[in-house]
Structure formats: structure tokens, C-alpha cells
């Protein structure tokens, strides 16, 4: 017994040790078989040191009295003089209840643990052969197993072993135990043993050299006669010899069971022969397989039986593993069989799953092994069947990033070393993480998680799935991985011959200039080359697709080369969405966006972001041009902030209409061309607004500081106001100005037309951006007229000289830069001239006809065809604008829908007041949106603004392809055209000049 003092300084001293019951340790240390080691306080820190210090002391108590009285001593004298072994022992005895009973049955087996050698440190099928080597029946195996087992365990729980070398020490001792499972049949069975040839192949975590402490060992049996022997026969005997192996490992014993042999892997399951011949085999893969067999056969390893039959059969499979992602549907067949798992995983367990689970060990297996079946067809440094070894392969190739590498493989060892401490505790097959305190508390802390376990524990383990579940879904379901999965396999590869042959039927027109590109990106063993094969077979047929895959393949060309010493661009188009599709569509598409680009090429990362393409709203937009300005150090420089805005924003927009128009895989051509043509031109009115605003402030900024003398409106006018520019419009704009309090007049008018000198020369620097063009023509006396004026100058025009088509222009004034409230009064004021009250007058009617009429006989370019024409012919932008105006001049005072600056709202509100028929409607509004895509298109296609369809081909068939019309469509898209607008303008003579 012990004194009270001493009890309670122990108590404290094993609580702080880790012990959840101290009086109970007490008890057990008081036991007189712990004699020996009692009070000794190396024991007591070795204790601590464990997962589980109560557990460890009473598995050492049940060590120690199991062993004969004459081998106590010897057991206590090593346990309390050698570190090595007291370390191993006490770890497996507070990690493992299991192997502490197998201790318990067998007391002399603690002598495997005390070795302490180099060479035994990562053992091989070797030396486990030689521990098996004695075990000539089942329950000896087991035995013999266990206490291998004991080994593996012992290094696991010290460290020095790592969970990939204790995967493989598992999987080369399951190897070592089928080779002796399957001598004690033959032995049982000589005259089997002597008809056939049998080899075991390992499937799964065994074959991939990475098995857990309990799980099935999936196999696949291979059988050939013996020479001279008849086929069928020796299949039989081949089969007998395969069912008592099997029995062998799985059968319980008064020694418990080594694991279940699992056999459902070969060709029909478990409806099919347990053993065939290796033809059989192949003829079933060759005809019969699903894309799962496949996937499984790469991690397929001979292992047991005879050597040479199964390293045919390996040799015979292999090629076809290689082959399988050339198979129809092969990446969504892989991705679907995922999701089944994950969706038959029951409710109740799918949080606590850890490996089938989402975040699991299988979703990084998977993602694995979905690379290695698409990309080793080509690269044979991605043939191994273990994942981390494989997932390491995929990094140094480029095939995954190697910071997503990095994190995978990190989350991957701590979700192994979950497992496996999981199931070592009572050697027992499962995939759940316990959850009671207790076991979580032994968990955490065989993890080396000490302070809190619990909270850690689940921490770690949260923080470490959801990294793979990211991952797993970034990786798994790359848009690339599909279209890489389809090349035939010398596609992957660009061999100069092969590719210039592919390039010239893909319909590239200068196949010798395409090669170079090529050479030039993809040649050389670096990273970025590595990755660059990867993604140049996929986007040549991305680019061949368009209606000009040479200038693709320059452009990408250009955009790598000026990124092609920054990390993050190849990453991106290599894992981020669509981001590599999208770029090919863009490149290809024209000029326009790819010289955006090339002047800002870090703006390709918008194509990677999934709200990358959204435009920009124009508060958004100000705010950063605004911001831009005050930071420049004089006003040239502010312009040029405020241009890389717009080029920045320019290029969204593009990239956005061409993505939409051309359509993805993952995002299909929009169905709505009005969407897209109200998108761009809001988008573009925004950025045009917001760079004026730009212009305006560093014109301010220059001479007056913070404040002008005189208040500021820019309004827009045309397209502008009317939110409806495209790329290559001009900005129509009116000035107004108004004194400061205190301000003389003449000092205001000076500073307000400075301002606008000062403006107009900002915006018409030279510069390689897209111009944007300020147009005042349609102000007061036009040309001869005064650039800017102040409000009240504008009410006394008005009322006195204003003549109906400058009413008529009004209808499409909106403040758009400077005084807000100023705007919004030039606004009140020019109300009642553009919705006069009770309507326009017969007199101001035909004065619109007639102008309209001069405008179709002055203004149409000389040679242009009037049919084809998309601003001024015959059913183009302008007659569907004249007729709406007209109807918003006559009705506009009585329909407050009519009351808008856009063209397609006006109209929407015309047809609702009942002001025009439906079909009427609808064959207008069809009209003006297609001739507004046809602007579009050319400034898309050509890089310059045009009214026109182009002549040049090439240039012709890109517009097509923007406009929906594929290959060999050019003449229906023209002749589409031609008739859209010949029944607009059938309406325009109807509604607009009453014939």
C-alpha cells in the first residue's frame, strides 16, 4: 500500500501524463508483477508518450503477467534499459487493444520489437517471408502475420516510418502472407499444385503498394496448364488452389482472421470463372470491359504464384489501361461513378466517411487516377500504381500544379494516418472517424496532437478534406481533361511531320508558320514546355474551329511569350475552368480582343474567374478610374490610367460577347442576340462615361485643383445617351455649364472651355487603345456653334431657334460625366421639347420625312450597296430609329414608357401603349438587333469600325461565325440579313412614312 502523500503526488504526476484515470493506474502500478518497474519515472514518461497511457499500462500489465515467472525479469530489465524498444512497445500497446491481446496469447512475440537495426527499419517481402517462414497452417499464419504485424505497427507509431512506407511495409506483407497461403494449398493439394500454372494478382491498395492495416486485398486470379496438362482440368485444379487461398486468409480462427481475399475485381465479377486462362483475359477486356475495370487494372501487380504468368499478364493488360480514356465518354464515365459512390454512401455516415466520403481518400485516388489514365498514354513517368508516387509524377510534368500537388499530397498522408490509426486500434476494416471523446482523444493524439486532441483532431481533419475537396473538384472535372482525353494518342505528342499534316487538315493555312509556333512554345524538357504540350494539341483543335486558326495560334503565341515567365498564366489554363477554351475563342475571333490583350496580357486572369466576364456597372468603374486620376502626377498620365481602364474593361466586354456568341462546353451559345447586344452596349456606355469622367477630372486637376469655378455636365447624346454604343462608336456629347455663386460669367465661360479644349486634347493623345472619339456636332448651331454654353445660353436657344430635328436629337440626352444635379436640370429642360405636349404638328411630321429622305439620298456611302448597309440602307439602324423616335415625338407626352433613351425600350413601350402590332414589333426590333451584331462583329473581326459586311474571307466567315453561322453559311447569313431588314423596312414605310 502506499502512504496518502505519495498516492496523491502520483496522481497528479500520471495526470499529468495523460492518464484519463489516474486511481485506476495507480491500482495497476501497485500490482506486485510491476514491481520492478514501479516508480520508475523513464517508464513514466514513456507512458505519457503514447496515444493512450491507460490503455498502454494495462496492455503491459497483461504483457508482464502472461510471461513465465523466469522471463519477467528479462522483459522488465529491457523495458526499463532500452529506449528503442520501450518506445515501440508501450506506443503499440497505447495505440493498438488488438495487438496488446495478440501479445497477451503470445508473451515471447515482444522479442521482434526489441531489433533495433538499419535493415530492419523498412523491411521488404523478403524479410517478411522469413517471418512467415515456420507457419505451415492456417492459425500458424496468423500467428506468424500478427507478429509481423507487430513490426510494422511499432515503426509506424515512433515515426520512424512514415504512412506511405508503412502502406507499403502492409502491402509487402500481405504479399509475403499470399505466397505462404498459397504453399500451404499446393502443399494440401500437390496433385492441383502439379496440373497448373496459378498466378495472384494484386489489385487495389495492395497492388499500388499503399494497403491499409485491415482491408480487403482485392486479386485477380490467372491459371494456365501445366505442360501437357489439359486445359480444362487445370483450370479446375487452378481454381481449387485459389478458393483455399482465399480461405486460408479470410476464415476466422481461434487467432482471429488476416483479411478477407476479395476476388469481385475480375472480368464478370463475381458471376464470373474465378480463374481464366490469360487469353480469356484479354478477350474479355479487349470486347467486354467497362471504363472501371480499366481504371482498376492500373494499380494490377503479380504477386503471389508463377512469376512469369504474371508478368504476362501484367505486359498484356497495360497497354490496354493506356488506352482507355481513348474510349467514348470516358472522363464523365469516371466522373459518374463518383458521384454514385459519394451518392451511396448512407446519410447518417457521409460526414464521419473518410474515405468514401466527399474530402475523402477517394476523391484524391480518383483525381489521381483520372490524370494518370488521360495523360499517361503519352508520358510513361505517370505508370505507377501508387498514388502518391503518381500524384508526385503529375507535378513534375505539369499536369498539376505544384502548390495543388503539394497540398494534396499533405492532406492525403494525414487522412491515410487517420485510417490507419482508426482501424489499429482493433484491427478491425473501417473508414469511419469514432465519435467518442475518448476514441477522438486517442486519435488526436497518436497524431501528435497534444494540447487539446479532440478540437485539433477535428480541426486538422476538417481543414484537410476540404483542401481535397477543393482540389478534387478543380482537378477532377477540368474542362480540359475531356478534350485532352479525346485526341487520338499521337495527338498528345506533336511530332513536326505529324503535325504539320494534322495543322493542314485542321485548316490552317500556313501549316510551316504554325509548326514554328509550336516549336517554339512546346519544345525544351522545362515546366512551362511540359505544360504547353498538355494544352497546344487541345487548343489547336479549339482554334481550328474558328473561321481563322492561324491568327489564334499567333496570338497565343504572343500572349505566352509576354507571360511566359509569370507563374500563374499556364497554371490557369491548365486547371481553372474554361479558362484555356476561353482564350482560344478569344484569340481567334478577330482583332479587336487579342489586341486588347496583347497591350494588357496579365487581363487573360478574367478569363479564368467565373465572374470575370461579368461587366463592370459604371459607379464600379468611376470609383477606380477616379481613384486611378488622383494618383497621377500630371494629367497626360491620368488619361493614360483612365485608357488602361477602358482597355482592361474593353477587353471583358469583348471577351464576354465573343464567349457568349461562340458558346463552350460549359457555357452554350446564348439563345437571346438582344441580351447580348443590351450587354455590350450598356458595358460599353459605362466604360465610355466612366474614362470621360476620367478625362474631366484630370482636366480640372491641371489648372484648378479640387474645383472648377463653374458647375460641369457632359450629357450624352446618340447611342450614347441612348446606352446602345458599340465598339467603334463615337461619344455624341453636349457641354453645359453653370456660374459658382461669386464667379463672373466670362471667368466661367473661360474655364468651361478650356476644360473642354483640355479634354478633347487628353482623349486624342496618340495611342495604341481603341480612340475614344468626343463628338459635340449635334449642339446649338452645330459646328458654328459654341462648344460649351451654360444652362440658361441652352433654355434660350431652345425657346427661340430650336428646329425639329434638334428635338428629335434630344430624345437621347442623359447626363453622363460631372454635375450631377446640373445634368438632371438640362434634363428637365429639354423635356418638353422632345415629348411636346399634345404631340408633334403635321408640319414638324413630314419636316422628319423629309430629312430622312435627304439623309437615305446624302449620306450612304458612294458604291455601298443599300441593302447591306447596317446603319443607313434599307431596314437598317437608322430607319428603325426614325420610326421609333417619331412614335416617342408624337406619343411621347401621353405614354410615360415612350420616355426613355433606348431604342429597345421605346419600342417595348410602343407596342404596349398598342402603338404598333406585335409582328410589327417583333420584325423591328429583329432588325435593328441584328444590324447593331453586324457593327459589333466587324470591330470585333476587323479592329476597326465599319457598317458593312467585309469582302476578305476570312474576315467574312469570322462575322458569320459570331452571328451563328457555321462553315460554308456565309451566303445564308447574307442572304438572311437581306431579308431580315427588307420586311423592317416594309414596316418603316408602313409606320414611318404612312404608305
Same mark, same amino acid.
Request: proline residues 5%.
Given at each position: 500500500?502506499?502512504?496518502?502523500?505519495?498516492?496523491?503526488?502520483?496522481?497528479?504526476?500520471l495526470?499529468r501524463h495523460?492518464?484519463?484515470?489516474?486511481?485506476?493506474?495507480?491500482?495497476?502500478?501497485?500490482?506486485?508483477e510491476?514491481?520492478?518497474?514501479?516508480?520508475?519515472?523513464?517508464?513514466?514518461?514513456?507512458?505519457?508518450?503514447?496515444?493512450?497511457?491507460d490503455?498502454?499500462?494495462?496492455?503491459?500489465?497483461?504483457?508482464?503477467?502472461?510471461?513465465?515467472?523466469?522471463?519477467?525479469?528479462?522483459?522488465?530489465?529491457?523495458?526499463?534499459?532500452a529506449?528503442?524498444?520501450?518506445?515501440?512497445?508501450?506506443?503499440?500497446?497505447?495505440?493498438s487493444?488488438?495487438?496488446?491481446d495478440?501479445?497477451?496469447?503470445?508473451?515471447?512475440?515482444?522479442?521482434?520489437l526489441?531489433?533495433?537495426?538499419?535493415?530492419?527499419?523498412?523491411?521488404?517481402?523478403?524479410?517478411f517471408?522469413?517471418?512467415?517462414?515456420?507457419?505451415?497452417?492456417?492459425?500458424?499464419?496468423?500467428?506468424?502475420?500478427?507478429?509481423?504485424?507487430l513490426?510494422?505497427?511499432?515503426?509506424?507509431?515512433?515515426?520512424?516510418?512514415?504512412?506511405?512506407q508503412?502502406?507499403?511495409?502492409?502491402?509487402?506483407?500481405a504479399?509475403?502472407?499470399?505466397?505462404?497461403?498459397?504453399?500451404?494449398?499446393?502443399a494440401?493439394?500437390?496433385?492441383?499444385?502439379a496440373?497448373c500454372?496459378?498466378?495472384?494478382?494484386?489489385?487495389?491498395?495492395?497492388?499500388?503498394?499503399?494497403?491499409?492495416?485491415?482491408?480487403?486485398?482485392?486479386?485477380?486470379?490467372?491459371?494456365?496448364?501445366?505442360?501437357g496438362?489439359?486445359?480444362?482440368?487445370?483450370?479446375?485444379?487452378a481454381?481449387?488452389?485459389a478458393?483455399?487461398?482465399m480461405?486460408?486468409?479470410?476464415?476466422?480462427?481461434?487467432?482471429?482472421?488476416?483479411?478477407?481475399?476479395?476476388?469481385?475485381l475480375?472480368?464478370e465479377g463475381?458471376?464470373g470463372?474465378?480463374?481464366?486462362?490469360?487469353?480469356?483475359?484479354?478477350?474479355?477486356?479487349?470486347r467486354?470491359?467497362?471504363?472501371?475495370?480499366?481504371q482498376?487494372?492500373?494499380?494490377?501487380?503479380?504477386?503471389?504464384?508463377?512469376?512469369?504468368?504474371?508478368?504476362?499478364?501484367v505486359?498484356?493488360?497495360?497497354?490496354l489501361?493506356?488506352?482507355a480514356?481513348?474510349?467514348?465518354?470516358?472522363?464523365?464515365?469516371v466522373?459518374a461513378?463518383?458521384?454514385?459512390v459519394?451518392?451511396?454512401?448512407?446519410v447518417?455516415?457521409?460526414?464521419?466517411?473518410?474515405?468514401l466520403?466527399?474530402?475523402?481518400?477517394?476523391?484524391?485516388?480518383f483525381?489521381?487516377?483520372?490524370?494518370?489514365?488521360?495523360?499517361g498514354?503519352?508520358?510513361?513517368?505517370?505508370?505507377?500504381?501508387s498514388?502518391?508516387?503518381?500524384?508526385?509524377a503529375?507535378?513534375?510534368g505539369?499536369y498539376?500544379?505544384?502548390?495543388?500537388?503539394?497540398?494534396?499530397?499533405?492532406?492525403?498522408?494525414?487522412?491515410?494516418a487517420?485510417?490507419?490509426?482508426?482501424?489499429?486500434?482493433r484491427?478491425r476494416?473501417?473508414?469511419l472517424?469514432p465519435?467518442g471523446?475518448?476514441?477522438?482523444?486517442?486519435l488526436?493524439r497518436?497524431?501528435?496532437?497534444r494540447?487539446?486532441?479532440v478540437a485539433?483532431?477535428?480541426?486538422?481533419?476538417?481543414r484537410?478534406?476540404?483542401?481535397?475537396?477543393?482540389?478534387?473538384?478543380?482537378?477532377?472535372y477540368?474542362?480540359?481533361?475531356?478534350?485532352?482525353?479525346?485526341?487520338?494518342?499521337?495527338?498528345?505528342?506533336?511530332?513536326?511531320?505529324a503535325a504539320g499534316?494534322r495543322?493542314?487538315?485542321l485548316g490552317?493555312?500556313?501549316?510551316?508558320?504554325?509548326?514554328?509556333?509550336?516549336e517554339?512554345l512546346?519544345?525544351?524538357?522545362?515546366?512551362?514546355?511540359?505544360?504547353?504540350?498538355?494544352l497546344?494539341?487541345?487548343?489547336?483543335?479549339?482554334?481550328?474551329?474558328?473561321?481563322?486558326?492561324?491568327?489564334?495560334?499567333?496570338?497565343?503565341?504572343?500572349?505566352?511569350?509576354?507571360?511566359?515567365?509569370?507563374?500563374?498564366?499556364?497554371?490557369?489554363?491548365?486547371?481553372?475552368g474554361?479558362?484555356?477554351?476561353n482564350?482560344a475563342?478569344?484569340?481567334?475571333?478577330?482583332?479587336?480582343?487579342?489586341?486588347?490583350?496583347?497591350?494588357?496580357?496579365?487581363?487573360?486572369?478574367?478569363?479564368g474567374?467565373?465572374?470575370?466576364l461579368?461587366?463592370? $456597372?459604371? =459607379?464600379?468603374?468611376e470609383?477606380? !478610374?477616379l481613384?486611378?486620376?488622383?494618383?497621377? *502626377? +500630371?494629367? /497626360?498620365? @491620368?488619361v &493614360?490610367a483612365?485608357?488602361g481602364?477602358?482597355?482592361r474593361?474593353?477587353?471583358?466586354t469583348?471577351a464576354a460577347?465573343?464567349?457568349?456568341?461562340y458558346?463552350?462546353?460549359?457555357?452554350?451559345?446564348t439563345?437571346?442576340?438582344?441580351?447580348l447586344?443590351?450587354?455590350?452596349?450598356?458595358?460599353?456606355?459605362?466604360?465610355?462615361?466612366?474614362?470621360?469622367?476620367?478625362?474631366l477630372r484630370?482636366a480640372?486637376?491641371?489648372?484648378?485643383?479640387?474645383?472648377?469655378?463653374?458647375?460641369?455636365?457632359?450629357i450624352?447624346?446618340?447611342?450614347?445617351?441612348?446606352?446602345?454604343?458599340?465598339? $467603334?462608336? =463615337?461619344?455624341d456629347?453636349l457641354? !453645359?455649364?453653370?456660374?459658382r455663386?461669386?464667379? *463672373? +460669367?466670362? /471667368?466661367? @465661360?473661360? &474655364?468651361?472651355?478650356?476644360?473642354?479644349?483640355?479634354?478633347?486634347?487628353?482623349?486624342?493623345?496618340p495611342?495604341t487603345?481603341?480612340?475614344?472619339?468626343?463628338?459635340?456636332?449635334?449642339?446649338?448651331?452645330?459646328?458654328?456653334?459654341?462648344m460649351?454654353?451654360?444652362?440658361?445660353?441652352?433654355?434660350?436657344y431652345?425657346?427661340?431657334?430650336?428646329l425639329?430635328?434638334e428635338?428629335?436629337?434630344?430624345?437621347?440626352?442623359a447626363?453622363?460625366?460631372?454635375?450631377p444635379?446640373?445634368?438632371?436640370?438640362?434634363?428637365?429642360?429639354?423635356d418638353?421639347?422632345?415629348?411636346?405636349?399634345? $404631340?408633334?404638328?403635321?408640319?414638324?411630321?413630314?419636316?422628319?420625312?423629309?430629312?430622312?429622305?435627304?439623309?437615305e439620298? /446624302?449620306r450612304?456611302?458612294?458604291?455601298a450597296?443599300?441593302?447591306?448597309?447596317a446603319?443607313?440602307?434599307?431596314?437598317?439602324?437608322?430607319?428603325?430609329e426614325?420610326?421609333?423616335?417619331l412614335?416617342?415625338m408624337?406619343h411621347?407626352?401621353?405614354?410615360?414608357?415612350?420616355?426613355?433613351?433606348?431604342?429597345r425600350?421605346?419600342?417595348?413601350?410602343?407596342?404596349?401603349?398598342?402603338?404598333?402590332?406585335?409582328?410589327e414589333?417583333?420584325?423591328?426590333?429583329?432588325?435593328?438587333?441584328?444590324?447593331?451584331?453586324?457593327?459589333?462583329?466587324?470591330?470585333?473581326?476587323?479592329g476597326?469600325?465599319?457598317?458593312?459586311?467585309p469582302?476578305?474571307?476570312?474576315?467574312l466567315?469570322a462575322?458569320?461565325?459570331?452571328?451563328?453561322?457555321?462553315?460554308?453559311h456565309?451566303?445564308?447569313?447574307?442572304?438572311?440579313?437581306?431579308?431580315i431588314?427588307r420586311r423592317?423596312?416594309?414596316?418603316?414605310?408602313?409606320?414611318?412614312?404612312?404608305a
Amino acid at each position: 500500500m502506499t502512504v496518502p502523500g505519495r498516492r496523491s503526488s502520483t496522481f497528479t504526476r500520471l495526470l499529468r501524463h495523460g492518464f484519463t484515470d489516474p486511481s485506476g493506474a495507480e491500482r495497476l502500478l501497485d500490482l506486485p508483477e510491476l514491481a520492478a518497474l514501479r516508480g520508475d519515472s523513464v517508464l513514466l514518461d514513456a507512458l505519457g508518450a503514447t496515444a493512450d497511457p491507460d490503455l498502454a499500462l494495462r496492455g503491459l500489465v497483461r504483457l508482464v503477467e502472461a510471461q513465465p515467472e523466469s522471463e519477467r525479469q528479462t522483459l522488465t530489465t529491457t523495458l526499463l534499459s532500452a529506449k528503442p524498444f520501450r518506445d515501440r512497445l508501450l506506443g503499440v500497446l497505447g495505440a493498438s487493444e488488438a495487438l496488446a491481446d495478440h501479445l497477451a496469447r503470445h508473451p515471447r512475440d515482444w522479442e521482434t520489437l526489441v531489433t533495433y537495426e538499419a535493415a530492419d527499419l523498412h523491411p521488404g517481402v523478403a524479410d517478411f517471408e522469413r517471418g512467415l517462414a515456420g507457419a505451415t497452417d492456417p492459425v500458424a499464419l496468423r500467428i506468424a502475420y500478427r507478429r509481423c504485424l507487430l513490426g510494422i505497427a511499432a515503426r509506424d507509431v515512433c515515426g520512424t516510418t512514415d504512412v506511405a512506407q508503412a502502406a507499403a511495409e502492409l502491402a509487402d506483407l500481405a504479399t509475403a502472407t499470399l505466397r505462404a497461403a498459397l504453399a500451404i494449398a499446393k502443399a494440401a493439394e500437390p496433385t492441383d499444385a502439379a496440373q497448373c500454372r496459378l498466378a495472384v494478382i494484386a489489385m487495389g491498395k495492395c497492388g499500388g503498394h499503399e494497403l491499409n492495416y485491415v482491408s480487403d486485398v482485392d486479386v485477380i486470379f490467372v491459371g494456365e496448364p501445366a505442360e501437357g496438362a489439359d486445359e480444362a482440368k487445370a483450370l479446375q485444379a487452378a481454381t481449387r488452389l485459389a478458393s483455399h487461398l482465399m480461405r486460408i486468409c479470410s476464415e476466422t480462427t481461434v487467432e482471429g482472421t488476416i483479411w478477407p481475399v476479395d476476388a469481385n475485381l475480375r472480368p464478370e465479377g463475381r458471376n464470373g470463372p474465378l480463374v481464366r486462362t490469360l487469353s480469356s483475359h484479354l478477350a474479355y477486356y479487349q470486347r467486354w470491359a467497362k471504363t472501371w475495370e480499366f481504371q482498376a487494372l492500373l494499380k494490377a501487380r503479380p504477386v503471389a504464384g508463377d512469376p512469369e504468368l504474371g508478368s504476362a499478364y501484367v505486359d498484356a493488360v497495360s497497354p490496354l489501361v493506356w488506352q482507355a480514356a481513348e474510349r467514348e465518354n470516358f472522363v464523365t464515365d469516371v466522373q459518374a461513378m463518383r458521384r454514385r459512390v459519394v451518392d451511396n454512401i448512407p446519410v447518417a455516415q457521409v460526414d464521419r466517411e473518410l474515405k468514401l466520403g466527399p474530402g475523402g481518400l477517394r476523391d484524391v485516388e480518383f483525381a489521381v487516377q483520372l490524370l494518370q489514365l488521360v495523360h499517361g498514354r503519352s508520358d510513361a513517368t505517370l505508370h505507377s500504381g501508387s498514388t502518391l508516387d503518381a500524384l508526385a509524377a503529375l507535378a513534375a510534368g505539369g499536369y498539376v500544379g505544384r502548390a495543388d500537388a503539394a497540398q494534396l499530397d499533405e492532406a492525403y498522408r494525414f487522412l491515410r494516418a487517420m485510417e490507419h490509426r482508426i482501424q489499429l486500434y482493433r484491427l478491425r476494416r473501417t473508414h469511419l472517424v469514432p465519435e467518442g471523446d475518448e476514441d477522438l482523444r486517442r486519435l488526436g493524439r497518436s497524431l501528435g496532437l497534444r494540447t487539446d486532441p479532440v478540437a485539433e483532431l477535428n480541426k486538422e481533419w476538417r481543414r484537410h478534406a476540404s483542401v481535397v475537396r477543393r482540389l478534387h473538384e478543380k482537378i477532377f472535372y477540368r474542362p480540359l481533361l475531356d478534350a485532352v482525353a479525346q485526341l487520338a494518342p499521337g495527338e498528345i505528342r506533336l511530332s513536326p511531320k505529324a503535325a504539320g499534316q494534322r495543322l493542314e487538315a485542321l485548316g490552317y493555312a500556313d501549316p510551316a508558320a504554325a509548326l514554328r509556333h509550336l516549336e517554339a512554345l512546346a519544345s525544351g524538357v522545362s515546366r512551362k514546355a511540359a505544360i504547353q504540350r498538355t494544352l497546344l494539341p487541345v487548343l489547336l483543335g479549339w482554334f481550328a474551329d474558328s473561321a481563322d486558326p492561324d491568327a489564334g495560334l499567333l496570338g497565343f503565341r504572343k500572349v505566352s511569350d509576354a507571360l511566359g515567365k509569370t507563374p500563374w498564366y499556364l497554371r490557369l489554363l491548365r486547371d481553372e475552368g474554361a479558362a484555356a477554351e476561353n482564350l482560344a475563342r478569344v484569340l481567334s475571333a478577330g482583332r479587336l480582343a487579342p489586341d486588347l490583350l496583347l497591350r494588357a496580357p496579365e487581363a487573360v486572369a478574367i478569363l479564368g474567374d467565373p465572374e470575370g466576364l461579368r461587366p463592370r $456597372g459604371r =459607379d464600379h468603374l468611376e470609383q477606380e !478610374v477616379l481613384a486611378a486620376v488622383g494618383r497621377a *502626377d +500630371d494629367a /497626360e498620365q @491620368a488619361v &493614360a490610367a483612365a485608357r488602361g481602364v477602358r482597355r482592361r474593361e474593353l477587353f471583358r466586354t469583348a471577351a464576354a460577347d465573343l464567349i457568349d456568341a461562340y458558346g463552350t462546353e460549359d457555357s452554350p451559345r446564348t439563345s437571346d442576340p438582344g441580351a447580348l447586344v443590351d450587354r455590350v452596349g450598356q458595358a460599353v456606355t459605362d466604360l465610355n462615361a466612366a474614362t470621360l469622367a476620367g478625362a474631366l477630372r484630370a482636366a480640372v486637376r491641371a489648372e484648378w485643383g479640387d474645383e472648377l469655378p463653374t458647375r460641369f455636365a457632359v450629357i450624352g447624346m446618340g447611342r450614347f445617351g441612348g446606352h446602345e454604343l458599340g465598339y $467603334g462608336s =463615337d461619344a455624341d456629347v453636349l457641354f !453645359v455649364h453653370e456660374p459658382r455663386p461669386g464667379v *463672373d +460669367d466670362q /471667368e466661367a @465661360a473661360r &474655364a468651361a472651355n478650356r476644360v473642354v479644349t483640355e479634354m478633347r486634347r487628353l482623349l486624342q493623345l496618340p495611342t495604341t487603345d481603341p480612340p475614344l472619339l468626343i463628338d459635340a456636332d449635334l449642339r446649338p448651331e452645330g459646328r458654328s456653334g459654341p462648344m460649351v454654353r451654360t444652362l440658361a445660353s441652352y433654355q434660350a436657344y431652345y425657346r427661340r431657334w430650336s428646329l425639329v430635328w434638334e428635338s428629335q436629337a434630344l430624345l437621347r440626352a442623359a447626363p453622363m460625366a460631372g454635375d450631377p444635379e446640373l445634368g438632371q436640370r438640362f434634363i428637365e429642360l429639354i423635356d418638353p421639347l422632345r415629348y411636346p405636349a399634345e $404631340g408633334l404638328g403635321e408640319d414638324a411630321v413630314r419636316e422628319i420625312r423629309r430629312l430622312k429622305a435627304r439623309m437615305e439620298s /446624302e449620306r450612304l456611302p458612294r458604291g455601298a450597296d443599300p441593302t447591306l448597309h447596317a446603319k443607313l440602307g434599307r431596314g437598317g439602324l437608322s430607319d428603325v430609329e426614325w420610326t421609333v423616335q417619331l412614335l416617342q415625338m408624337r406619343h411621347g407626352w401621353a405614354e410615360p414608357g415612350l420616355r426613355t433613351t433606348r431604342t429597345r425600350a421605346a419600342l417595348s413601350a410602343a407596342h404596349a401603349a398598342g402603338l404598333i402590332p406585335t409582328e410589327e414589333a417583333q420584325t423591328l426590333d429583329e432588325a435593328w438587333v441584328l444590324a447593331t451584331r453586324v457593327r459589333n462583329a466587324v470591330m470585333l473581326v476587323r479592329g476597326r469600325p465599319g457598317d458593312t459586311f467585309p469582302s476578305e474571307p476570312r474576315e467574312l466567315a469570322a462575322v458569320g461565325r459570331y452571328l451563328g453561322y457555321g462553315p460554308g453559311h456565309v451566303g445564308e447569313m447574307v442572304d438572311d440579313y437581306r431579308r431580315i431588314t427588307r420586311r423592317a423596312r416594309a414596316v418603316v414605310d408602313e409606320l414611318f412614312y404612312g404608305a
